[in-house]
């Protein structure tokens, strides 16, 4: 159990460690080493890291104990997830606060509030009073963010405040509803045949186990051995070839004779195709739905002009793992460091070669910050039912083994439906990690606008997330659609710090184990919380 000691304890402890390196420390490791992003720093910022806790809580969350082994957010000074470390600050100390624009952010606030409404009753009593605030009055909203909210920075797990921030849109590309050249590349709905196994009830180890099949569930039956795998409606599942540290702790799983196997990769998919998956529609470059399954979202175009809009429906359970672009000496062009199955992106200042912002240039293809490698050659893929069209089945050339399925979105209008379940607000949504951000929660942003350097601090709505937004301080700005939006997305590529606002009085970063503490490349303590407020769906604890 948690002590309400141990965060000063984890404090004192990184105190004494030896001095950061700066931010190419971050790229050794298991870092893929150099790229370097922007050589300019972002707008300067106090050190808020000795700030202390804001005094102007309410007397309600004030005097709230705080459940076992968790803080309470306008309480607590600092706490740590497995993935980063909490700081309360004052808003003042905040660099741009008293200068933006609350009002730009006020829509997308509202609409997070539609769903957090349902969250308990911290967030309920926050909506509810967001009601009763004046939309076009400025003072007015900042003045509701500071009564009703705490400020916390976001460090990551060496308590380093710099991060990466990168931007996405929503991308528009050429297709068909019917199969013919050069439309020969199927975008893809949900399988009907994927099933879902909860990764927190799998036993451990890397045996076979026996499994039923329960709808679209799989769940594991406790007491049998490998000779009962011949009965009726018991299938094998090895645990072996299975990832459990997706975020939503969900398996994705197929069934192949008496066997339950992964989902299919990419490759797969493409070179047997996917008779269980609703065609939604087909466009006529495999890189250009490769970046379409990227962004999480788009708009394809018909040739009379009608709009197919679409948006993440669900993913085959793949790691995201892109081909990245190689520099003149040989490096990737995009440094990235590996945690479990996910892969950070990293900034590294030593790079100046990345000027480029087309979506493929050179060979490569820029998206969400990072640079990757163009396949040398797309041919036809698989589509079940039609005869291939433009020569052998050969594939995209794309090596990623993740791949997304979409969805029909139903609005014409207005921003894509992001993860959160609502439509992005262009310049005030942000796509981030939800272990460390949870989605619908407001987060101040200070970064440099992409191409003149000048400051971007802006209170944002974290409402989207995507397989290549990983890591604690990592924020991937919306900036809508239309070819602006594309070239300054495909930009956008800075360092940057996070400020999480918090209702005060909400119970966050709880454990549930005991006490052991994080040293510099030492495991994570065990009691720890994966997620800063856990959400089924998005962000789950074991």
């Known amino acids: ?21 700066g931010w190419s420390a971050l790229a050794t490791g298991a870092a893929i080493a150099v790229l370097a992003g922007c050589t300019t720093p972002p707008p300067a910022a106090t050190d808020t890291g000795a700030a202390t806790a804001d005094t102007s809580a309410s007397s309600t969350a004030a005097s709230r104990p705080a459940p076992t082994g968790a803080s309470v957010a306008g309480q607590a000074r600092t706490f740590s997830t497995q993935l980063a470390t909490y700081t309360s600050v004052s808003f003042d100390s905040v660099p741009g606060w008293s200068r933006d624009d609350f009002s730009e952010s006020w829509p997308a606030f509202l609409g997070s509030c539609k769903v957090l409404n349902g969250r308990g009753a911290e967030w309920k009593s926050v909506c509810d009073r967001a009601l009763k605030v004046d939309s076009k009055n400025n003072n007015a909203i900042r003045g509701f963010f500071e009564g009703e909210f ?18 996405y849109f929503e991308p528009e590309i050429a297709g068909a509803r019917q199969y013919g050249a050069p439309f020969i590349y199927p975008v893809y709905g949900q399988p009907e045949d994927m099933l879902f196994a909860d990764a927190r009830k799998l036993p451990p180890g890397n045996g076979t186990v026996a499994a039923r099949v329960e709808g679209r569930n799989v769940v ?52 047997k195709g996917a008779p269980n998956a609703k065609v939604l529609a087909f466009v006529s470059s495999a890189t250009a739905l490769y970046e379409m399954q990227i962004q999480g979202s788009g708009r394809i175009r018909m040739a009379n002009g009608d709009i197919v809009r ?62 990757l490698a163009r396949p040398v050659a797309s041919g036809p893929v698989v589509v079940p039912g039609r005869r291939p069209t433009g020569g052998a089945v050969t594939g995209s050339g794309i090596k990623d083994p993740s791949y997304v399925f979409f969805k029909e979105s139903p609005s014409p209008v207005g921003g894509p439906v992001g993860a959160f379940g609502v439509p992005l607000s262009a310049g005030r949504s942000i796509a981030v990690d939800p272990r460390s951000t949870p989605l619908g929660y407001p987060v101040f942003v200070s970064t440099r606008t992409p191409g003149s350097g000048a400051p971007m601090q802006r209170l944002t709505i974290a409402q989207d997330t995507g397989g290549a937004i990983r890591g604690a301080v990592r ?53 720890l919380p994966q997620c800063l407020v856990p959400s089924e769906g998005t962000c789950v604890d074991d």
């Open 310 to 371: 679409v948006a993440y429906a669900e993913q085959n359970g793949q790691p995201f793992r892109p081909t990245l672009a190689q520099a003149a000496n040989g490096k990737p062009r995009s440094p990235v460091k590996v945690r479990g199955s996910s892969i950070e992106l990293q900034l590294d200042d030593g790079d100046d070669d990345d000027s480029d912002t087309g979506a493929v240039t050179n060979g490569t293809i820029r998206t969400r910050g990072f640079t």
């Open 150 to 167: 705490s400020a916390y920075q976001i460090r990551d797990d060496d308590r380093r405040p710099d991060g990466v921030v990168t931007g």
């Open 475 to 527: 924020a991937d700005y919306f900036f809508g659609n239309g070819q602006q939006a594309a070239t300054n997305a495909r930009r956008m590529k800075e360092r940057g710090q996070l400020w999480i606002l918090l209702p005060r009085g909400l119970a966050v970063a709880q454990a549930a184990t005991s006490s052991a503490i994080r040293t510099r490349g030492g495991p994570v303590g065990a009691n």
């Open 1 to 21: 159990m948690m002590t309400a000691s141990q965060p000063q304890q984890k404090q004192q402890l990184q105190a004494r460690r030896r001095p950061e390196t």
């Open 220 to 271: 594991v039956q406790t007491g049998l051995s490998t000779r009962d795998m011949g009965a009726p409606g018991l299938y094998a599942l090895d645990l072996s070839g299975i990832s459990r540290d997706t975020l939503d702790r969900k398996v994705r799983l197929r069934v192949e004779g008496k066997q339950l196997l992964p989902y299919y990769t990419r490759e797969e998919i493409e070179t």
